[in-house]
C-alpha cells in the first residue's frame, strides 16, 4: 500500500530545548517506599500528573517558569479501603483525572483554583472481589457535536491480569459536570491471555465514531479492539485480533520490551501502529517498528517494517507519533529524536535517514513502571515536545515545521440509527477476527450495558 505525501522538513533553533525537574518529596528509590513516583502522565492542555503508590501531584506546566523546579499545583493522598490498597497507575485529559488502584477506578475532574479530590465523577469498584487486579489507565477524551445537553465525551481503558484483559468506561460532560454512565460499561476480553495488560491506551483519530483500544501485556504481546460508541449508546466491540500471536512466545524475545504504542493515521488517512522497542542484547523481538493496522493478525517480522538503524537506537524508552502522522518523537538513552515520515518504495511508511536529536536526561525507572509520559502537540508550524520521567526530568523542545498542517480536534458525529454497513464503512464483524478477543457478549460480539 504506497503512501505519497511530501515530507515536511523541520528545524531546531537555539535555544529551542530546556530541562528542568518537578519538585518532589525526598525519597529512596525502593519499591517499598511509598513516595517512588510509578506513574506519569502529560495532557493536551499542559497539565502533567504524577503518582506514588499513595499519592497524586497535578503541575500546571503553562504558567511556571522553566528554568527553575515545577512546583505542584495540587497534591493529595488517595483514601485507600485497606492496607493492602495502592495506587497502581494514572492518566490524564483535558479535563478527568484518572487513578486505578488494586481495587478501584477513581475518576476527578480537575479545575484551576479548585483541589480536585472535591470534584469525583466516580468511583467505582472494579477488582471483582480480587479477582481481578487493575494494572494501567488512558483516557480518551472528544467534543460531542451532536447532543445539544452535553459538550465532551470520554472514555476510560484500565488494563488488568488474565481473560478479562481491558474494561472500558464511557463519561459524559453536561453543562456543569462531567457524569458516569452506569450502563455503559464493557470488557474487552482474550481468552488466551495469562498475564496483565501493562500498558493501555487509545489510538489517536476517532472516525465514524469508531476507535481502536490497545493492550501491552506483560509477555510483549499487543491486542487491538475496534470500538464503536456514541453518547447515548453502549460502546460496541467491533472486533478484536492479535496482531502477532508469535510476537511474545519466544523466549529470547523477553528479553526486549515493548516500551511505548501509537496508533495513529498517516497523510493519506491509513492508519499505523508504532511500536518503540527497548531491544536488550540477544534479544529476538523485533527492533522499533511500524505497520499497517489492517485489523488482522499479521506476522510482523515480514509485514512490519523496522525503522533505519541508523537512525534508530536499540534501546528506546519511550516514543510517540504526531496526531498528523508527519513525525515520530523517541526517547533514547541520553537523546532525544524527531524523526519525519515518508512513504516507502516497499509500501507503508518509514523515516528520512535525515533526524534531528538533542542531549537528555531522561531515563527509565524500574521494569513494569510506566515511568515516562510523553506528549506532542501540534501548533502554527511547529511541534511541541514535552515529556517527563519517574524521577522529576522534565524535557521541553519546540521544532519549527513551515507549512505543517494541524490536526482537527476529536469530535464523536452524529447518531447513526442503526449501525449499518453503508455508515459505518466496513461489514459489522458477528464473528471477532480472532475468537479469543471479543466483547463480553461473545455470541453476539455486540456488548450490552453492564449493570
Same mark, same amino acid.
Given at each position: 500500500?504506497?503512501?505519497?505525501?511530501?515530507?515536511?522538513?523541520?528545524?531546531?533553533?537555539?535555544?529551542?530545548?530546556?530541562?528542568?525537574?518537578?519538585?518532589?518529596?525526598?525519597?529512596?528509590?525502593?519499591?517499598?517506599?511509598?513516595?517512588?513516583?510509578?506513574?506519569?502522565?502529560?495532557?493536551?492542555?499542559?497539565?502533567?500528573?504524577?503518582?506514588?503508590?499513595?499519592?497524586?501531584?497535578?503541575?500546571?506546566?503553562?504558567?511556571?517558569?522553566?528554568?527553575?523546579?515545577?512546583?505542584?499545583?495540587?497534591?493529595?493522598?488517595?483514601?485507600?479501603?485497606?492496607?493492602?490498597?495502592?495506587?497502581?497507575?494514572? @492518566?490524564?485529559?483535558?479535563?478527568?483525572?484518572? %487513578?486505578?488502584?488494586?481495587? !478501584? =477506578? /477513581?475518576?476527578? *475532574?480537575?479545575?484551576?483554583? &479548585?483541589?480536585?479530590?472535591?470534584?469525583?465523577?466516580?468511583?467505582?469498584?472494579?477488582?471483582?472481589?480480587?479477582?481481578?487486579?487493575?494494572?494501567?489507565?488512558?483516557?480518551?477524551?472528544?467534543?460531542?457535536?451532536?447532543?445539544?445537553?452535553?459538550?465532551?465525551?470520554?472514555?476510560?481503558?484500565?488494563?488488568?491480569?488474565?481473560?478479562?484483559?481491558?474494561?472500558?468506561?464511557?463519561?459524559?460532560?453536561?453543562?456543569?459536570?462531567?457524569?458516569?454512565?452506569?450502563?455503559?460499561?464493557?470488557?474487552?476480553?482474550?481468552?488466551?491471555?495469562?498475564?496483565?495488560?501493562?500498558?493501555?491506551?487509545?489510538?489517536?483519530?476517532?472516525? @465514524?465514531?469508531?476507535?481502536?483500544?490497545?493492550? %501491552?501485556?506483560?509477555?510483549? !504481546? =499487543? /491486542?487491538?479492539? *475496534?470500538?464503536?460508541?456514541? &453518547?447515548?449508546?453502549?460502546?460496541?466491540?467491533?472486533?478484536?485480533?492479535?496482531?502477532?500471536?508469535?510476537?511474545?512466545?519466544?523466549?529470547?524475545?523477553?528479553?526486549?520490551?515493548?516500551?511505548?504504542?501509537?496508533?495513529?493515521?498517516?497523510?493519506?488517512?491509513?492508519?499505523?501502529?508504532?511500536?518503540?522497542?527497548?531491544?536488550?542484547?540477544?534479544?529476538?523481538?523485533?527492533?522499533?517498528?511500524?505497520?499497517?493496522?489492517?485489523?488482522?493478525?499479521?506476522?510482523?517480522?515480514?509485514?512490519?517494517?523496522?525503522?533505519?538503524?541508523?537512525?534508530?537506537?536499540?534501546?528506546?524508552?519511550?516514543?510517540?507519533?504526531?496526531?498528523?502522522?508527519?513525525?515520530?518523537?523517541?526517547?533514547?538513552?541520553?537523546?532525544?529524536?524527531? =524523526?519525519?515520515?515518508?512513504?516507502?518504495?516497499?509500501?507503508?511508511?518509514?523515516?528520512?535517514?535525515?533526524?534531528?536529536?538533542?542531549?537528555?536526561?531522561?531515563?527509565?525507572?524500574?521494569?513494569?513502571?510506566?515511568?515516562?509520559?510523553?506528549?506532542?502537540?501540534?501548533?502554527?508550524?511547529?511541534?511541541?515536545?514535552?515529556?517527563?520521567?519517574?524521577?522529576?526530568?522534565?524535557?521541553?523542545?519546540?521544532?519549527?515545521?513551515?507549512?505543517?498542517?494541524?490536526?482537527?480536534?476529536?469530535?464523536?458525529?452524529?447518531?447513526?440509527?442503526?449501525?449499518?454497513?453503508?455508515?459505518?464503512?466496513?461489514?459489522?464483524?458477528?464473528?471477532?477476527?480472532?475468537?479469543?478477543?471479543?466483547?463480553?457478549?461473545?455470541?453476539?460480539?455486540?456488548?450490552?450495558?453492564?449493570?
Amino acid at each position: 500500500m504506497n503512501e505519497y505525501f511530501r515530507p515536511l522538513y523541520p528545524s531546531l533553533n537555539k535555544g529551542a530545548t530546556n530541562e528542568t525537574r518537578l519538585q518532589q518529596h525526598r525519597r529512596r528509590l525502593s519499591l517499598r517506599d511509598s513516595s517512588l513516583v510509578i506513574s506519569t502522565a502529560v495532557s493536551s492542555t499542559g497539565w502533567l500528573a504524577t503518582a506514588t503508590m499513595t499519592d497524586i501531584c497535578l503541575y500546571d506546566l503553562n504558567t511556571q517558569d522553566r528554568t527553575r523546579e515545577f512546583k505542584p499545583c495540587c497534591e493529595f493522598a488517595i483514601k485507600m479501603m485497606s492496607k493492602h490498597e495502592k495506587v497502581r497507575a494514572v @492518566a490524564i485529559s483535558d479535563h478527568l483525572l484518572a %487513578v486505578v488502584t488494586h481495587y !478501584r =477506578l /477513581l475518576v476527578y *475532574e480537575y479545575r484551576e483554583g &479548585e483541589k480536585p479530590e472535591n470534584i469525583l465523577p466516580a468511583s467505582m469498584r472494579i477488582d471483582v472481589n480480587e479477582s481481578w487486579t487493575p494494572k494501567s489507565v488512558a483516557i480518551l477524551q472528544a467534543k460531542s457535536s451532536s447532543n445539544m445537553h452535553q459538550t465532551d465525551v470520554a472514555w476510560v481503558a484500565v488494563g488488568g491480569e488474565g481473560v478479562n484483559g481491558v474494561k472500558l468506561f464511557m463519561f459524559s460532560k453536561g453543562a456543569t459536570c462531567w457524569t458516569a454512565h452506569r450502563n455503559h460499561r464493557i470488557t474487552l476480553t482474550c481468552h488466551s491471555a495469562t498475564s496483565s495488560i501493562r500498558n493501555v491506551g487509545f489510538s489517536q483519530y476517532l472516525r @465514524a465514531n469508531r476507535f481502536i483500544v490497545f493492550g %501491552v501485556t506483560s509477555d510483549n !504481546r =499487543l /491486542l487491538c479492539w *475496534e470500538i464503536f460508541s456514541h &453518547e447515548s449508546l453502549s460502546p460496541t466491540v467491533v472486533h478484536g485480533w492479535e496482531v502477532d500471536k508469535d510476537m511474545g512466545q519466544n523466549s529470547l524475545s523477553h528479553r526486549a520490551e515493548i516500551t511505548s504504542v501509537s496508533i495513529f493515521e498517516s497523510p493519506c488517512g491509513r492508519p499505523y501502529i508504532f511500536c518503540a522497542v527497548n531491544q536488550k542484547h540477544g534479544s529476538q523481538q523485533l527492533r522499533t517498528f511500524l505497520t499497517p493496522l489492517i485489523k488482522a493478525p499479521i506476522n510482523i517480522y515480514s509485514q512490519a517494517a523496522s525503522l533505519p538503524e541508523t537512525v534508530v537506537g536499540r534501546h528506546v524508552l519511550a516514543g510517540a507519533a504526531t496526531t498528523n502522522g508527519r513525525f515520530l518523537v523517541t526517547v533514547e538513552e541520553g537523546k532525544m529524536k524527531l =524523526l519525519t515520515l515518508r512513504g516507502s518504495h516497499q509500501g507503508g511508511l518509514t523515516c528520512l535517514e535525515q533526524h534531528l536529536d538533542w542531549n537528555s536526561s531522561l531515563r527509565s525507572t524500574i521494569k513494569d513502571l510506566t515511568g515516562i509520559s510523553l506528549f506532542l502537540k501540534e501548533g502554527q508550524s511547529r511541534i511541541e515536545i514535552t515529556a517527563v520521567d519517574g524521577r522529576g526530568h522534565l524535557a521541553f523542545a519546540t521544532v519549527s515545521v513551515p507549512c505543517m498542517p494541524i490536526s482537527a480536534p476529536l469530535a464523536l458525529g452524529p447518531q447513526f440509527r442503526r449501525m449499518t454497513p453503508e455508515l459505518s464503512g466496513s461489514p459489522i464483524m458477528r464473528e471477532p477476527i480472532v475468537g479469543e478477543l471479543s466483547g463480553d457478549a461473545i455470541e453476539d460480539v455486540i456488548v450490552v450495558g453492564l449493570s
